[in-house]
């Protein structure tokens, strides 16, 4: 790439500031590799100038983890031999850990041949949704290099978020409030092959007609295969497995490895297949594909946010934004179909009309009460990291309405007694509230940063009640309807069956028929529960309950008594205190009014 000279360059030189420190963001294209080459190739040609004292952090998701730290284990060996310091590959959640281990009675404390050296360069993969993790990481990141420059003049940091799209505000922003100006990098990858667009019209099922026309002018012994984006797993508009089987098609949803690869097809594949693919899939390697590939770009990506007319996070269709849109066509050099046989459906006049559509971010929306009590974690580290006038200056702006939901978050987080404000030089300042255990902060990356999950999950119960919240607070997180989805009237035969199908199964059993929640425990249990549910669970009674003996989910004997239900639902209450509603229904006999 022509701009890792340049890279390297800003990494060893010295800023015009009073202290050692600079930011940048590195931008290159899609479906690259860039997670994988530039870090690699940043640390080898610090190694080979001779600057063996500077450290190279890489921070990426934690799905992303697994296959980087096979890459960067090959360094190892190299770093050891030169004397230098190994690339080290974090999730945003071990890099957390990192940095706070590195606070200590109110300083700093780093190895020089340590992750965390006097010289250190942070590369930090942007996660395009801006989770919590993710932007935790980044500001505690940003703190970090700001303070310990101010505090130890020997020390040298150097910071750079990657992404293929351009700097975000948010980075751009949070730099600006300590006056400090962001060094662009821009990387390029010639490619002169042209994909082939396909206009089609805004109907739903016109992607769809369009691809049988367009495989009627290609050459009948060449497989096809289609990407249909789609947060639902749902079959396509008008798909009718007799017609399309006719014409050689099968539907199948597409998944992953558990290492976060494309799948690698044990035997070729035979007739032509589309993959519903959920919208922000993206992956390590390349699908394999032979013959044609034609690609059903989405107008909507499904998303939490949160309502301001019911104050409320809520699951909606979202129109996709610019920066999801140019997700879905990295799709285009994601496979090994050669790009002159890929064919792209568009709605030309729709997708112009979202170009300047922003992205969504969860810390702006259903992770951000997760993302304020986040940083109550930070107690011992200067107090500006945990500022919530600053706080609102960064994520408000000028944003009224986005102002009045932290304002909300804030004292909803207060009044439940999670958090309290200490006053400050800065003003206000975020802390974990007394009587809050520090497991609070161990157990926010395992429910996806809800801090309600967290407060039910804290609230002091017997081993039995612990166990059944624990099982709750794991499905709710993952989301009930990934775990387990059926389709409910209302009192009919299979709603019976399927509540006392649950009322026979687990510690939970009479609580099946007070709701759906309680009885989709139940079916998940009997139903050799799903892997994920399972390590979830597993994970979070390893903070909860280190020393309990584990309980496997087949052998759970007994129900919970009248009083231990009694405490269950006084918990919950106190987690879903502004998630209460009062309905009545009417007077028939079969519900209390």
Known sequence: MNSMAAVLNWVVSSPTRPHDVAFAHIQGPA????????????????????????????????????????????????????????????????????????????????????????????????????????????????????SITEKQPQATMRLATMSSDPIDFLYYRLLCLSDLDVTRFVSSVTRFEPWQKVPVGSGEEDPFKAIISTQEQLNPDFQQTAVYFQDTPVLPPRWK??????????????????????????????????????????????????????IILSKTRQRPIFDMETRQVVHVDLHVSQSEICQQLSWVDRTTCPRSRVY???????????????????????????FIAGLGQFGGWPSRIRSLPRLVTLLAHEDESIKGIIDQTVQRLELQGLLRMEESEMGPVISLHDSIPNTFFALLPLIDYDTRLAYLLVQPSDPMTTWLKIQVAAMLAIGQDKLLSFQRGLYNPEDRLYVEIAMKTGYGANLAHVGALWMILGLLKKGKFEAEWEKRCISIRNILSPGQPRVDILDEIGTLTEDQVEALHWDCLRAFTFQIGVVNHPGDGRFPT
């Open 344 to 370: 792209v459906y568009i709605d030309t006049e729709y997708m112009e009309n979202q170009m300047e559509h922003p992205r969504r971010k969860d810390v702006l929306n259903h992770q951000l009460a997760g």
């Open 31 to 146: 479906a690259i590799g860039k997670s994988l080459i530039i870090p690699n190739r940043l640390w080898l040609f610090i190694m080979l100038s001779g600057r063996t004292n500077i450290s190279v952090v890489h921070v990426v998701s934690r799905s992303n983890l697994s296959i980087l730290s096979v890459y960067g284990a090959q360094c190892v060996s190299e770093a050891v031999a030169g004397g230098g310091i190994p690339l080290t590959t974090l999730d945003y959640q071990q890099f957390l850990r990192l940095l706070k281990q590195s606070r200590q009675n109110g300083s700093w404390n780093v190895d020089p041949m340590g992750p965390l050296s006097p010289r250190t360069f942070f590369i930090i993969d942007i996660d395009k949704d801006f989770s919590a993790p993710f932007f935790l990481a980044l500001y505690a990141a940003i703190e970090f290099s700001l």
């Open 241 to 294: 497995e007799d017609e399309w089987e006719a014409w050689g098609w099968s539907s199948e949803q597409f998944q992953l490895d558990r290492h976060g690869n494309f799948p690698v097809e044990s035997e070729p594949q035979t007739g032509h297949t589309m993959f519903n693919v959920p919208c922000g899939t993206r992956g390590f390697g390349k699908l394999q594909v032979s013959g044609y590939l034609h």
